[in-house]
């Protein structure tokens, strides 16, 4: 299903043939969904798909493919005071005060937040795709390796796909930024793949990297982690004999990861409330209080607030600006 790559072109003719009498809609619609690949370019893209669904539709998506690019919102006013009553939430082992750390906290949730798209997946229930195809939707630059590094994480932390592939575009950086780091995976190994049968991970990196490789395979914690399921396969060209191979993994400029989860149930958890992590652009990151915060503002906001009025809102992003000037949007305060 063909959507546009802008939405204000979308395509109203689509599916126009469910239109012509009622009986071939009632008929054709509940093959039509799971049966469909439904491309969105950015992740407001996603929410607006995901939003014009019913519940029921949502856990019949299948397949979904993503010019990935963050999302914005501004959650809090200046003068909310709910900010300071927000629960606490994550570990408890803090490397600077409270006191200091609540104050930076505070100041930086009036700012716009953004979130990449493990974070807006953990918005819709029931979501339970086959296939999740994700793209770096910025058009290069120096952010490319942190928008595919931090959009990766997120997905990592997140529900919602049976099979995720990911292609990282270089552009005028290395492809990723830490990806090649036991601490990356660790978390997500022991809750989120170990405790289920016939999990796998695939990840192409460039030959540049295979000290990298070398220094993890022969990190003691990662053999133990991993058990021999994530294959790390340097500078490999495609196999056409690969049943996977209808999926463009020999791209130019793209550096390609594929996991499947196996056993594990995928499925949004209606009752579950994980953190939704919004992007952070200072490299010591803030407290895991700031995280919970936002979160459930983010959350708030769209238990209360319809899509459309979402979008008219003082500080609302669509992530646009990021196709166009590179990325530079969400992190220019990054370095």
Not at 35 to 43: A, D, P, Q, V, Y
Request: glycine content about 8%; some cysteine.
């Amino acid at each position: 299903m063909g959507r546009r790559p802008y939405r204000r072109l979308i395509n109203k003719d689509a599916l126009a043939i469910l239109r012509v009498c009622r009986l071939v809609y009632q008929e054709a619609e509940p093959l039509a969904i799971p049966n469909l690949e439904i491309k969105c370019n950015g992740n407001a893209d996603v929410i607006d798909l995901l939003s014009k669904m019913s519940p029921v539709q949502i856990t019949q998506l299948r397949n979904l493919r993503v010019w990935q690019f963050a999302v914005g919102f501004k959650l809090f006013s200046g003068d909310d005071d709910s900010q300071s009553d927000a629960p606490e939430g994550g570990r408890e082992d803090m490397s600077i005060s409270d006191d200091d750390d609540d104050d930076d906290d505070d100041s930086a949730t009036e700012a716009v937040q953004y979130f990449h798209l493990g974070a807006v997946l953990g918005l819709f229930p029931g979501l339970q795709l086959d296939l999740l195809r994700v793209h770096c939707g910025v058009g290069g630059g120096p952010y490319t390796a942190i928008h595919n590094s931090h959009c990766f994480q997120s997905l990592l932390e997140a529900d919602g796909y049976q099979r995720l592939w990911m292609d990282a575009t270089t552009g005028d950086s290395e492809p990723w930024d830490d990806i090649l780091s036991l601490e990356t995976w660790h978390d997500s190994i022991i809750t989120r793949f170990r405790p289920y049968s016939h999990w796998r991970v695939r990840l192409n990196v460039p030959s540049y990297a295979d000290d990298l490789v070398d220094g993890l395979q022969q990190n003691k914690e990662w053999e133990s982690l991993q058990a021999g399921r994530i294959d790390l396969v340097v500078n490999e060209d495609s196999d056409e004999s690969d049943g996977d191979s209808d999926l463009d993994t020999d791209c130019e400029g793209t550096v390609g990861i594929v996991i499947d989860r196996g056993d594990a149930d995928v499925a949004v958890k209606r009752d579950d409330s994980p953190v939704l992590r919004c992007v952070y652009v200072d490299r010591n990151g803030p407290s895991p209080r700031f995280y919970k915060k936002v979160s459930d503002a983010l959350r708030k906001l769209f238990r209360e607030n319809s899509w459309e009025a979402i979008k008219a809102m003082d500080g609302f992003y669509d992530g646009a600006a990021d196709c166009d000037s590179e990325g530079g949007t969400v992190y220019a305060d990054y370095w």
